[in-house]
């Protein structure tokens, strides 16, 4: 279903494309370019993040588009979590004068690499998902990346402050060597340091792809952690809890984890083991025990336009609900500009006043000192159940 709606999309994107080029500038689509994880063999969240533009396109064309009239469109691109490749799509899209911004993905690794690039082309990353501090704090002036999503900065100050709630007064840190994984360990750092309560008893690296990390695991728990701080996409998570599981009960540990585990289907690919390992996850919304009007037309909308059905077939549901606003807000700054101009829609982007979004009204959603749309009041840790975390 999924692969066979893809292609539908991409065909009435290309009707689009040659009906626009007979037509005027005025009548043309403006374009909205995504790179994504799409190829990464267990991960749903770029799928989460096209569902989410796509339901906020929807809605957006139904009343009229932007600039006027104008129909906006989706151009994918699949980085298949490689960041050479992410940066290659990015000059792609670029070339395109339709398209006015590109989202980015989940792995912040692809997109700190894309961040060079962006400013040399001079077009506006929107960044749904991915939490690397440094992803915004990059130094560009005028900035070009604005986020819709959590930051490192706020989600190891919460899952220390979980583990000093919980009596976890010393924990281990399990990170991948990647830049996602040492701006975590800073932010873990930088929180213990100004906090009394809980202490970082030791680290230990791995790399993506690896099959095993028990012995690792069992060297954190000697050096006397009494939970696990866990920094890791659904793969190497899914690996790590069965691995827990299999262990005697006095010998599990709980962990509480980075959101990267929630950008896949973990709660198939754990398996029972999941509900044998004491597992918290960092998250910024979710739809469970969701009633407002916004969360259900969303939903609606999904049911409607991907064919899903009941939220268990929501899959990365914080990405989708990040991607939804996001659109929305990217919108606004369109028409506030008034033009495709990438650098007007940068600055209109700093501009826009208010949108009442899914995940919290935003008034403003950026400032031109403040490029992070969330708060640090957002964030929360959940536990996995059938329809998504709560």
């Keep these: 279903m999924e692969v066979a709606m893809r292609i539908a999309g991409l065909i009435l994107g290309l009707g689009l494309c040659l009906a626009a080029s007979t037509g005027s500038a005025e ?25 989410g533009i796509l339901i906020a396109v929807d809605e957006i064309n139904a009343k009229g588009g932007v600039l006027g009239g104008r129909k906006l469109e989706l151009v994918e691109r699949d980085n298949r979590s490689v960041p050479a490749r992410g940066v290659a799509n990015i000059r792609e899209l670029a070339a395109d004068p339709d398209v006015v911004a590109v989202f980015s993905g989940k792995f912040s690794p692809v997109v700190i690499e894309q961040i060079g690039v962006v400013h040399e082309l001079g077009i506006p990353l929107l960044d749904p998902w991915a939490a690397a501090d440094e992803i915004v704090d990059n130094g560009q002036t005028p900035n070009f990346v604005f986020r819709l999503s959590l930051r490192d900065g706020w989600a190891l100050p919460a899952i220390l402050a979980e583990a000093r709630k919980r009596g976890l007064d010393k924990v281990a840190m399990m990170l991948p060597n990647t830049a996602w994984g040492r701006s975590s360990l800073k932010a873990a750092e930088t929180w213990t340091r100004s906090n009394s309560g ?6 230990a690296w791995y790399n993506w792809g690896e099959r ?39 010998e599990r540990l709980p962990v509480l984890s980075h959101w990267g585990v929630s950008g896949g289907d973990f709660v198939a690919m754990t398996g029972g083991a999941l509900a044998e390992v004491d597992f918290s996850v960092v998250q910024t919304y ?11 037309a969303v939903i609606q ?11 268990n077939g929501l899959k990365s549901q914080v990405g989708l609900a990040h991607a939804y606003d996001l659109t929305h807000i990217l919108a606004l700054a369109i028409d506030k500009a008034g033009s495709t101009d990438r650098k007007a829609i940068r600055d209109a982007l ?27 009041d957002l964030v929360f840790l959940g536990r996995f159940g059938p329809d998504g975390i709560r």
């Design 27 to 51: 009548t043309k689509p403006v374009k909205i370019g995504f790179d994504g994880e799409f190829g990464h063999v267990t991960s749903t969240s770029a799928q989460a993040i096209r569902q």
């Design 198 to 203: 809980v202490s970082i008893v030791e680290s």
């Design 212 to 250: 095993s990390l028990i012995d690792r695991y069992q060297a954190l728990r000697l050096a006397g952690a009494k939970a696990i701080v866990l920094v890791a996409n659904e793969g190497e998570g899914s690996i790590l809890v069965k691995e827990i599981a299999a262990l005697p009960k006095a």
């Design 286 to 296: 979710t739809f469970v025990g969701k009633t407002d009007a916004r969360a259900k």
């Design 301 to 311: 909308s999904a049911e409607r336009l991907f064919g899903i059905k009941g939220l």
């Design 350 to 376: 700093e501009k826009v006043e208010r949108w009442d979004g899914l995940v919290k009204t935003y008034a403003p959603p950026f400032a031109p000192d403040r490029h992070e749309a969330l708060i640090p």
